[in-house]
């Protein structure tokens, strides 16, 4: 069975600088997709980033980059100019075969 | 309203009671989810609906079920709960459910406690 870890249950990050989060996997497939979702306190899970295992290039969304490391099976998540409505939960999650598995999480404050 | 709506936001039950959960999206798309949200765990997936038809059941016990009357509208009717199953259940929907890849976009939950 496909496992996600994230190894940091709460991280922070100061106004302004760059913070990452780590993501491991661990599966036997080739071709599957990485996601990295944020659920803010008011709950609503949204996507921040999205990755096809079969691309070499790293996905980046504005302040938003992934360093994808295939034969590693990493996956973190590094936001630049951190912003105060970057303090949420983070999560990551791997999808193959119809079934997405997502990690516990990691909990993202952002210090003014 | 657009995306994916849940009421109600937060309910408290007692094990005896009957309830129901609803999940509305206004993505047109076909497929939807429940999941389980408990503190430091992964998300749980429950049920998956693609196209009104259930294709997943994760080993989910029979005191919730789940009901799909069109791809726009998801229930989970919940009945003789335990205190265990207190938590966040979420709702999520995307396109259609294939081989992976699909992104998912979920509703703001419902906090269930039970008592």
């Known amino acids: 069975a496909q496992t996600v870890t994230q190894s940091q249950p709460e991280m922070s990050v100061q106004e302004a600088e760059t913070v990452t989060l780590s993501c491991t996997y661990d599966t036997s497939e080739s071709d599957y997709y990485l996601f990295w979702y944020k659920q803010p306190p008011s709950r609503q899970m949204i996507l921040v980033i999205r990755?096809?295992?079969?691309?070499?290039q790293n996905a980046t969304e504005n302040r938003f980059s992934v360093n994808f490391q295939k034969a590693a099976k990493s996956f973190s998540l590094k936001i630049s100019d951190s912003q105060l409505g970057d303090a949420a939960m983070y999560f990551c999650?791997?999808?193959?075969?119809?079934?997405?598995?997502f990690g516990i999480g990691t909990k993202l404050q952002v210090i003014p | 309203e657009t995306g994916v709506t849940q009421t109600p936001r937060h309910l408290v039950m007692g094990m005896t009671n009957k309830k129901s959960l609803k999940c509305e999206q206004h993505?047109?798309?076909?497929?939807m989810y429940w999941y389980k949200q408990s503190a430091k765990k992964p998300l749980e997936l429950m049920f998956v609906y693609n196209f009104k038809e259930q294709t997943e059941n994760n080993s989910v016990p029979s005191r919730f079920s789940p009901e799909c009357p069109n791809s726009s509208h998801l229930f989970l009717h919940l009945h003789t709960l335990q205190p265990e199953d207190s938590a966040l259940y979420l709702c999520?929907?995307?396109?259609?459910?294939?081989?992976?890849?699909?992104?998912?976009?979920f509703g703001p939950g419902t906090r269930l406690l039970v008592l």
């Open positions: 990755q096809e295992a079969y691309k070499q």
């Open positions: 999520a929907s995307s396109q259609e459910v294939r081989e992976k890849g699909e992104t998912q976009y």
């Open positions: 999650a791997y999808s193959a075969y119809q079934k997405v598995t």
């Open positions: 993505l047109g798309h076909n497929a």
